[in-house]
C-alpha cells in the first residue's frame, strides 16, 4: 500500500485521539466468535463439517453470476475509494462481473483530489471522461454502496467526512474492521441510518486479481473472503454481502463479525502471515551460518525451505502433510525443533492476541502514524539475510528446493500455536484456518518467494507493515534464546506437544478448505492487469 507524507499528516491528526494520556490501554471483553449462522434468499447457503463443527459457507463461481442482478438490487453507482492493495483489484473485479453478468451498474474510483493514483486508475479503464473515476466525496456522495477501501489510518482520520458525504440509504462497505475497533475505542459507532457490510479477502489485493484473471476458464478462482453484516436497516443487507464476494470471485464465503475479523486479521499479519516467517527466517539464517553453512545455503535452508517447498505442500495436502511427508531421522528433527520451538512461539502469539483484542495495537499504528514526519519508515532489504536472498533467487532451482526439517517444525509449530491461540479465543474454524494457514499459503508466501519476504514487509500496508516490524524481533530473539538453547542444550521432546499437533483436530478442518479450493495455484509472474505496488 502506498504510504505518502500526505497520509503522514493525516496519521499526525488522529494520533491524539489514541495517546496514553487520553485513552488508556484497557483490556476489553469482548466475544469474538463469529456467527457463522445465516441464510441467504439468493444463494445457496451449505453446511460443512469443519473438525466436527458444522459450519455455513456459501461456495462461489462464475456460474454463480447471473445472480448478481438480484444480489446487487436497488444498487445503481459504486463507488471504490482509494487505490491501495485492494482497491485497484476489487474495482476490476467488480466491474468485471457486473458487466458480464449484465448489471446496468456503475463502478467508479474515489480519490483524494491530486492524488498520483489517477493515472494508474485510468490505466485499467477508469476515466473522468467515462464518469468513472472522480474526487472522493463527490464519488461517495454518488454512490449507493461505498466500499472505503483507503488505509486503516486514513479511515480513522476521514470518517466523519466520509459518513457526512453518504446519500440517505447507502451502504458503507469495508473489507477490514479496524474502522470498527477505532471506533469503540473513542465511544463512537456507525451511524444507525445505514447498512454497515464487510467483505474481507483473505489475501493482499494483487492475488484477488491475479487468482480471478488465471481462473477464467475453470469457472472462476479467487482468494476466500470472509463477510460480515454489522447494520442491517434494509434487509438485505447479508445478499449484497454475498453477491459481492462472488462478484470479487472468491471460491467461499463464510461469516464473521468485524470485532472478530480485526482482531484475527491485525493479529495474523503480526503473526505466521508476516512478523513471524520474518523473525523466523532471521534466526535460522543465523543458526545455520552457525553451524558452518555458507550464507547463501543458509538461506536456502531456512527462507527458500518456507516459501518454495513447505507452504506448497501445506497448500494442497495440509499442515500435517509436511511431517509424515517425512523419513524417520527427518521426523525426529522436525520434533525436537516442534517441541522446542511452540511454547515460546505462542507465549508472543498470545502477547499479540492480547494487544490486538484490547485496542493497544490499533492505537500502536496511530501513534507510529503521528511520528512518521520526524522517523520516516526505511527499509529492511539492505541487510545481509535480504541481500543474500537477492543472490540466491537469481540462481534458485526451482525443483531442487530443500525441505528442511528443523525449518518445518519451527515454521509449523508457529503456525500450530497461531492456530490454537485463535481457537482458545473463540473464533470459528472456517476463519482461522483462513487467517493462519490459506491467506499464507496461498496469497502471501507464494509472493514473498517471488520477489522476497523483506519486499512484503517493504511494501505492505502501513497497519501490516507497523505490525511487523514491532514483532518480528520478538520471534526471533525467543526462538534463538529459548528454543534453539532447549534443542542445542539436549532437551526432551515433550511427546505430549507432539502428540497434541498429530491429533489436532485443525488438520481435519485445513483438509476441508483444501477441498474447497480452486484448482489454480496463483501464477505471480505472469502477465496481469494488477501491479504489485513497490515503496521508492
Same mark, same amino acid.
Given at each position: 500500500?502506498?504510504?505518502?507524507?500526505?497520509?503522514?499528516?493525516?496519521?499526525?491528526?488522529?494520533?491524539?485521539?489514541?495517546?496514553?494520556?487520553?485513552?488508556?490501554?484497557?483490556?476489553?471483553?469482548?466475544?469474538?466468535?463469529?456467527?457463522?449462522?445465516?441464510?441467504?434468499?439468493?444463494?445457496?447457503?451449505?453446511?460443512?463439517?469443519?473438525?466436527?463443527?458444522?459450519?455455513?459457507?456459501?461456495?462461489?463461481?462464475?456460474?454463480?453470476?447471473?445472480?448478481?442482478?438480484?444480489?446487487?438490487?436497488?444498487?445503481?453507482?459504486?463507488?471504490?475509494?482509494?487505490?491501495?492493495?485492494?482497491?485497484?483489484?476489487?474495482?476490476?473485479?467488480?466491474?468485471?462481473?457486473?458487466?458480464?453478468?449484465?448489471?446496468?451498474?456503475?463502478?467508479?474510483?474515489?480519490?483524494?483530489?491530486?492524488?498520483?493514483?489517477?493515472? &494508474?486508475?485510468?490505466?485499467?479503464? @477508469?476515466? +473522468? $471522461?467515462? /464518469?468513472?473515476?472522480?474526487?472522493?466525496?463527490?464519488?461517495? =456522495?454518488? *454512490?449507493?454502496?461505498?466500499?472505503?477501501?483507503?488505509?486503516?489510518?486514513?479511515?480513522?482520520?476521514?470518517?466523519?467526512?466520509?459518513?457526512?458525504?453518504?446519500?440517505?440509504?447507502?451502504?458503507?462497505?469495508?473489507?477490514?474492521?479496524?474502522?470498527?475497533?477505532?471506533? &469503540?475505542?473513542?465511544?463512537?459507532? @456507525?451511524? +444507525? $441510518?445505514? /447498512?454497515?457490510?464487510?467483505?474481507?479477502?483473505?489475501?493482499? =489485493?494483487? *492475488?484477488?486479481?491475479?487468482?480471478?484473471?488465471?481462473?477464467?476458464?475453470?469457472?472462476?478462482?479467487?482468494?476466500?473472503?470472509?463477510?460480515?453484516?454489522?447494520?442491517?436497516?434494509?434487509?438485505?443487507?447479508?445478499?449484497?454481502?454475498?453477491?459481492?464476494?462472488?462478484?470479487?470471485?472468491?471460491?467461499?464465503? @463464510?461469516?464473521?463479525?468485524?470485532?472478530?475479523?480485526?482482531?484475527?486479521?491485525?493479529?495474523?499479519?503480526?503473526?505466521?502471515?508476516?512478523?513471524?516467517?520474518?523473525?523466523?527466517?532471521?534466526?535460522?539464517?543465523?543458526?545455520?551460518?552457525?553451524?558452518?553453512?555458507?550464507?547463501?545455503?543458509?538461506?536456502?535452508?531456512?527462507?527458500?525451505?518456507?516459501?518454495?517447498?513447505?507452504?506448497?505442500?501445506?497448500?494442497?495436502?495440509?499442515?500435517?502433510?509436511?511431517?509424515?511427508?517425512?523419513?524417520?531421522?527427518?521426523?525426529?528433527?522436525?520434533?525436537?525443533?516442534?517441541?522446542?520451538?511452540?511454547?515460546?512461539?505462542?507465549?508472543?502469539?498470545?502477547?499479540?492476541?492480547?494487544?490486538?483484542?484490547?485496542?493497544?495495537?490499533?492505537?500502536?499504528?496511530?501513534?507510529?502514524?503521528?511520528?512518521?514526519?520526524?522517523?520516516?519508515?526505511?527499509?529492511?532489504?539492505?541487510?545481509?539475510?535480504?541481500?543474500?536472498?537477492?543472490?540466491?533467487?537469481?540462481?534458485?532451482?526451482?525443483?531442487?528446493?530443500?525441505?528442511?526439517?528443523?525449518?518445518?517444525?519451527?515454521?509449523?509449530?508457529?503456525?500450530?500455536?497461531?492456530?490454537?491461540?485463535?481457537?482458545?479465543?473463540?473464533?470459528?474454524?472456517?476463519?482461522?484456518?483462513?487467517?493462519?494457514?490459506?491467506?499464507?499459503?496461498?496469497?502471501?508466501?507464494?509472493?514473498?518467494?517471488?520477489?522476497?519476504?523483506?519486499?512484503?514487509?517493504?511494501?505492505?500496508?502501513?497497519?501490516?507493515?507497523?505490525?511487523?516490524?514491532?514483532?518480528?524481533?520478538?520471534?526471533?530473539?525467543?526462538?534463538?534464546?529459548?528454543?534453539?538453547?532447549?534443542?542445542?542444550?539436549?532437551?526432551?521432546?515433550?511427546?505430549?506437544?507432539?502428540?497434541?499437533?498429530?491429533?489436532?483436530?485443525?488438520?481435519?478442518?485445513?483438509?476441508?478448505?483444501?477441498?474447497?479450493?480452486?484448482?489454480?495455484?496463483?501464477?505471480?509472474?505472469?502477465?496481469?492487469?494488477?501491479?504489485?505496488?513497490?515503496?521508492?
Amino acid at each position: 500500500m502506498k504510504f505518502t507524507l500526505a497520509l503522514g499528516a493525516i496519521l499526525a491528526t488522529t494520533a491524539a485521539a489514541f495517546a496514553p494520556a487520553a485513552v488508556a490501554p484497557r483490556a476489553v471483553a469482548v466475544s469474538t466468535t463469529a456467527v457463522n449462522s445465516f441464510s441467504s434468499d439468493i444463494f445457496e447457503v451449505r453446511s460443512v463439517d469443519m473438525a466436527g463443527t458444522t459450519e455455513q459457507i456459501v461456495k462461489g463461481g462464475r456460474d454463480l453470476f447471473p445472480k448478481l442482478p438480484k444480489a446487487f438490487e436497488g444498487i445503481k453507482e459504486i463507488g471504490v475509494i482509494g487505490w491501495g492493495s485492494q482497491a485497484p483489484a476489487q474495482a476490476q473485479n467488480l466491474r468485471d462481473s457486473l458487466d458480464e453478468a449484465g448489471c446496468d451498474i456503475k463502478v467508479r474510483i474515489g480519490l483524494r483530489e491530486g492524488s498520483s493514483s489517477f493515472e &494508474e486508475a485510468r490505466e485499467v479503464g @477508469f476515466s +473522468e $471522461d467515462a /464518469d468513472t473515476l472522480g474526487e472522493m466525496y463527490d464519488i461517495i =456522495g454518488k *454512490s449507493d454502496l461505498v466500499m472505503l477501501l483507503i488505509s486503516d489510518a486514513a479511515q480513522a482520520a476521514l470518517y466523519k467526512e466520509v459518513f457526512a458525504a453518504m446519500k440517505p440509504g447507502a451502504t458503507l462497505g469495508l473489507s477490514h474492521g479496524f474502522l470498527l475497533g477505532y471506533l &469503540e475505542s473513542i465511544g463512537e459507532s @456507525f451511524p +444507525e $441510518d445505514m /447498512d454497515v457490510i464487510a467483505v474481507c479477502p483473505k489475501g493482499m =489485493g494483487p *492475488s484477488v486479481r491475479r487468482l480471478y484473471e488465471q481462473g477464467k476458464e475453470v469457472n472462476g478462482a479467487g482468494i476466500n473472503a470472509s463477510f460480515a453484516v454489522h447494520q442491517d436497516k434494509s434487509g438485505k443487507a447479508t445478499d449484497l454481502a454475498l453477491g459481492w464476494g462472488v462478484a470479487l470471485g472468491s471460491p467461499f464465503m @463464510f461469516e464473521t463479525t468485524l470485532t472478530s475479523e480485526y482482531c484475527s486479521d491485525i493479529y495474523g499479519e503480526r503473526g505466521i502471515l508476516l512478523g513471524a516467517v520474518h523473525g523466523i527466517v532471521e534466526s535460522l539464517y543465523r543458526r545455520y551460518q552457525r553451524q558452518g553453512m555458507s550464507p547463501e545455503q543458509a538461506f536456502i535452508e531456512s527462507c527458500e525451505s518456507i516459501t518454495g517447498n513447505i507452504v506448497k505442500i501445506i497448500s494442497t495436502k495440509g499442515i500435517k502433510a509436511v511431517y509424515d511427508g517425512l523419513n524417520d531421522d527427518d521426523k525426529k528433527i522436525f520434533e525436537e525443533a516442534y517441541s522446542a520451538s511452540y511454547m515460546p512461539a505462542k507465549e508472543i502469539l498470545q502477547e499479540i492476541y492480547d494487544e490486538v483484542s484490547s485496542g493497544n495495537e490499533i492505537r500502536t499504528v496511530i501513534m507510529h502514524g503521528k511520528r512518521i514526519d520526524k522517523f520516516p519508515v526505511g527499509k529492511i532489504d539492505g541487510t545481509d539475510t535480504w541481500q543474500v536472498g537477492e543472490k540466491v533467487r537469481e540462481s534458485r532451482d526451482e525443483e531442487n528446493i530443500p525441505l528442511n526439517p528443523f525449518t518445518a517444525g519451527v515454521y509449523v509449530a508457529t503456525m500450530m500455536a497461531q492456530i490454537d491461540v485463535l481457537l482458545e479465543a473463540g473464533h470459528p474454524y472456517s476463519e482461522v484456518v483462513n487467517e493462519s494457514v490459506i491467506e499464507a499459503v496461498d496469497s502471501l508466501c507464494p509472493y514473498m518467494h517471488y520477489r522476497g519476504v523483506a519486499f512484503m514487509v517493504d511494501n505492505c500496508s502501513f497497519t501490516a507493515k507497523t505490525g511487523s516490524r514491532k514483532w518480528a524481533p520478538r520471534f526471533d530473539y525467543i526462538l534463538d534464546q529459548l528454543a534453539y538453547t532447549a534443542v542445542d542444550n539436549g532437551k526432551p521432546v515433550d511427546e505430549d506437544i507432539i502428540s497434541a499437533f498429530q491429533n489436532h483436530r485443525v488438520h481435519a478442518a485445513v483438509t476441508a478448505c483444501c477441498e474447497l479450493r480452486p484448482s489454480v495455484d496463483i501464477s505471480v509472474g505472469s502477465a496481469s492487469s494488477t501491479k504489485e505496488i513497490v515503496i521508492e
